[in-house]
């Protein structure tokens, strides 16, 4: 045997220093151990935490602050609105009196509890304002001045939000008055911090007689006061002033009072008012902007690179807002400093690079390169405000090689804020979207996750801008010229996949719902529906399973050939379905429910009816009873009396169930389900003045499907005339021009006239009459909101696909329904019987189908199916 290796022999070294080692060791814990032991509480001190079960609340309560202890204290403090709202007389009369004689020596942590649960009492209006101005104002103003600063700050919080609902009278004599000696130099810097806050606060409270003749005045002394906190605290509180005095006051009082603060020796004071002149610039006119607060701002900026990082975080905060209130009044030079102005800020710290190791670089180089951080990501902020400032007919000459440098910054917060701002920047560019092709490809490949998950919270609208935006026709598909679109949207995909951070795998499957709207239909066949099988399959996150089996359904619904849409169908029965795994099945019937959502109701009879409800026999308890839970909506799908047979087939399933279940959790939801099942009303062949809304709808999801088949059908026809194939670039030109929508205004008519049943025609005119008819229908729809992919209710998910039931109703009232079979029967291709053997269930014939030997099955044609339909009473 071979000698151990060297860590081996390291690893089993049990020599005495190592020993005494593992004994200092053991020591430290039993160290840590004891304080644990120590806070065990003896008998002693139990018995005195004891309180007799027999009191009431508030006797309990005025027990505990009498003689418990400080935990018991707090914790009846902090139960103080529960009493208020149980008995508030008695509250006030016997518990209150003694919360005010323990909070005089409370420590920090009942003090805050207090100022919470007053607070609260406020909110939750026990009492009336004037019962709560008596009891609780004296308190919270006795205890402003806590010595310490969270304390103080807690009580001014709640002073602030009950002056929100103080009589002006109250306010007067109990806040107002005092406060003009607490504002004098001669109170402490707390004091007249406070008296900054509450200042501002009563602004709204008052006329403007009162403010100009006792506020403005402790308004200017505090401005002037001898410390730059106060200063800087007041100086904070003049926007509110300003909005509540009216314009011509502020021009006379509170303006002259930030020029001079924003000269002031203090950093923080002069970025106070520079902050304030900021919020403030849509109160001043065009003059007060051009001539006092432009060549302030112009001095602020040139100062700020020579003064604290922290007035350039504000300043790059702020810099969008300043560039839009003042629009109008630059000189073009003025113009285009500030535009170099931003510019620089958006580099400021990249030149500073270098390869040292962190641990290596002195904190307060650390500190400054944090500001700079957040310096770039205020810019990636502002960014869409600094394309209306340039106008974006300008942006590739002004602001692209910026955008471009905010794309590929080092550090991921820049790259997060600009992903979120991706959306604005593509709608403000409009036409000149495609300039930012490549920026989109750069941080949908971005290496942190944060980044991707701020960009596809709008990437169903960005690529929709991309695809239609341009230069070129809006029909032309501009990722034709883009071929790196697929390809980024897949890695994007792989690298959520691999992560942790399933949530954002499940958005992002989300919104590829958007694709079918984008891409054409043979390039996501090839690249992305396969993906979402394994997904469905392999991937162990119920959430990301279901959103692949939404966004499979949304790319089988939109899929243009008939051969790919019947192998996906089998595909989904039989890997799903008919899986060996438990799991499997499971999803199918998630799929079933999506495809009742997303499809018309002949289309699910048609293929997933008798493969779902197979599951009956299913040898798992929790598979039969997800089953259970569906069949209310799987019978929803059925029309009478065309589908009586699958009635038929449902009954006697359900039957089935009631007799043989053996477990009893699936039996109690069986009984529940037969009951629901009973009180459904069956939809008729015919419409209903009950289900006409839901008819129409499906009628219409109905027509939508058929009209994918018939424009498939003389495509083919085109290409075997011409006798040449169609390039991709042409396909996908005539797959916008003719793709089916998924909403359609309401002032597109719906009635669809066409050939009588008795004289079917099948000549090259008249079909070239469909698809000219189709285009032009189709041309006119507008897309749905991707949003509607992601909500799960049925009525809404078929609203998005569907017209307004409204809209329907005003077009089509009479002529609808005969002239929509009348046309399905006599029009469809011959060819729709699928190559593919797919359970099939024919609406119609009577007979019952046997789901095990359906799947050997050829389907039936749709045209004898609605020919069947159609000739059933």
Not at 28 to 47: A, Q
Request: proline share 5%.
């Amino acid at each position: 045997m071979p000698p151990p290796p060297p860590a081996a022999v390291a690893a089993m070294d049990f020599s005495q220093n190592s020993l005494f080692g593992y004994m200092d060791d053991l020591q430290e814990l039993t160290i840590i151990e004891r304080p644990v032991r120590r806070s065990l509480k003896t008998p002693e001190e139990i018995e005195r935490l004891t309180v007799d079960e027999d009191l009431s609340d508030i006797d309990r309560a005025v027990y505990l602050l009498s003689a418990g202890q400080d935990i018991q204290g707090t914790s009846v403090i902090a139960n103080l609105p529960s009493l208020m709202r149980q008995n508030p007389a008695e509250t006030l009369r016997r518990v209150l009196p003694k919360v005010r004689e323990v909070l005089h020596v409370a420590g920090v942590e009942m003090q805050l509890t207090a100022a919470v649960s007053f607070l609260t009492i406020l909110q939750e209006e026990s009492v009336s304002i004037h019962t709560y101005a008596h009891s609780f104002l004296q308190v919270i103003l006795l205890h402003l001045e806590h010595r310490d600063a969270g304390v103080s700050n807690a009580w001014l919080e709640t002073l602030l939000s009950v002056i929100e609902v103080l009589p002006k009278e109250t306010l007067r004599h109990e806040i107002l008055n005092p406060l003009v000696s607490k504002a004098q130099l001669s109170q402490t810097v707390q004091s007249r911090l406070v008296s900054c806050k509450i200042l501002g606060k009563l602004t709204n409270k008052f006329d403007a007689h009162t403010i100009k003749r006792e506020i403005l005045p402790l308004v200017k002394s505090l401005c002037q006061d001898v410390e730059y906190e106060v200063r800087s605290c007041m100086c904070r509180q003049l926007e509110n002033i300003a909005q509540g005095i009216g314009t011509d006051l502020t021009k006379s009082v509170v303006l002259p009072e930030l020029i001079e603060l924003s000269r002031d020796e203090g950093g923080s004071v002069r970025l106070a008012a520079f902050e304030t002149l900021v919020n403030l610039l849509d109160i001043f006119d065009s003059d007060d902007r051009s001539q006092t607060i432009l060549p302030l701002v112009k001095s602020f900026c040139e100062k700020s690179f020579k003064a604290d990082e922290s007035i350039l975080v504000s300043l790059s905060f702020h810099l969008g807002k300043l560039c839009h209130g003042l629009y109008g009044i630059f000189t073009p030079d003025q113009h285009l400093r500030f535009l170099e102005f931003y510019k620089k800020l958006c580099t400021l710290g990249l030149q500073q690079e270098n390869g040292h190791n962190e641990n290596q670089i002195p904190p307060q180089i650390l500190e400054q390169e944090k500001k700079y951080i957040s310096v770039r990501k205020n810019c990636a902020y502002n960014f869409p405000a600094m394309i209306v400032f340039v106008d974006p007919k300008n942006f590739h000459m002004e602001l692209y090689s910026t955008f471009f440098c905010l794309c590929h910054d080092p550090e991921v917060p820049v790259r997060y804020t600009i992903a979120i701002c991706f959306y604005e920047v593509s709608k403000l560019l409009n036409s000149g979207v495609n300039l930012i092709h490549k920026e989109l490809m750069t941080l949908l490949q971005d290496e942190s996750l944060e980044v991707l998950d701020a960009l596809i919270d709008h990437l169903p609208e960005i690529l929709e801008l991309m695809s239609t935006g341009g230069e070129s026709s809006i029909h032309e598909n501009k990722f034709s010229s883009l071929p790196d679109l697929i390809p980024a949207l897949t890695a994007a995909e792989q690298r959520a996949a691999a992560s942790l951070k399933w949530r954002t795998h499940e958005k992002l499957l989300q919104k590829y719902a958007c694709l079918p709207h984008v891409i054409s239909s043979d390039q996501i066949y090839y690249r992305f529906l396969q993906r979402m099988f394994t997904i469905m399959m392999t991937n162990n996150v119920l959430p990301v399973q279901k959103a692949a089996s939404r966004t499979l359904c949304i790319f089988l619904r939109y899929n243009r050939k008939q051969e790919q849409r019947h192998e996906v169908i089998q595909k989904l029965i039989e890997q799903l379905g008919q899986g060996k795994s438990y799991w499997n099945r499971l999803r199918f019937l998630d799929t079933c429910e999506f495809i009742i959502e997303i499809f018309s109701k002949s289309f699910f009879c048609k293929y997933f009816f008798l493969p779902a409800i197979e599951l009956t026999h299913d040898p798992v308890a929790n598979v039969r009873m997800k089953l259970c839970y569906l069949l209310p909506k799987v019978k929803s799908t059925l029309k009478i009396p065309a589908d009586k047979h699958l009635l038929q087939q449902l009954e006697m399933c359900v039957r089935k169930l009631l007799c043989q279940e053996k477990d009893k959790d699936v039996l109690a939801i069986v009984k529940r389900t037969v009951l629901e099942l009973d009180r459904m009303e069956m939809s008729m062949d015919a419409f209903q003045k009950k289900f006409y809304e839901k008819d129409l709808l499906d009628q219409e999801k109905e027509r939508e499907e058929l009209l994918l088949l018939e424009m498939e059908q003389l495509e083919k026809e085109k290409q075997q005339n011409d006798g040449r194939p169609v390039s991709e670039r042409a396909f996908d030109k005539k797959r916008r021009d003719t793709k089916t929508s998924t909403t359609l205004p309401k002032s597109v008519p719906v009635s669809l006239p066409g050939p009588s049943s008795s004289t079917p025609s099948t000549s090259k005119e008249i079909k070239k009459s469909k698809l000219i008819r189709s285009q032009s229908i189709n041309s006119q729809a507008f897309h749905a909101k991707y949003g509607n992919f992601d909500k799960c209710a049925s009525k809404s998910s078929a609203a998005a696909y569907t017209p307004s039931a409204s809209g329907l109703a005003k077009t089509s009232m009479i002529s609808l329904d005969d002239s929509f079979r009348t046309r399905n029967a006599s029009s469809l291709p011959a060819s729709f019987s699928p190559n593919a053997p797919l359970p099939s269930t024919s609406r119609g014939t009577g007979t019952s189908v046997d789901p095990k030997s359906s799947g050997s099955k050829d389907m039936q044609p749709r045209k004898a199916t609605l020919k069947s339909r159609k000739s059933n009473p």
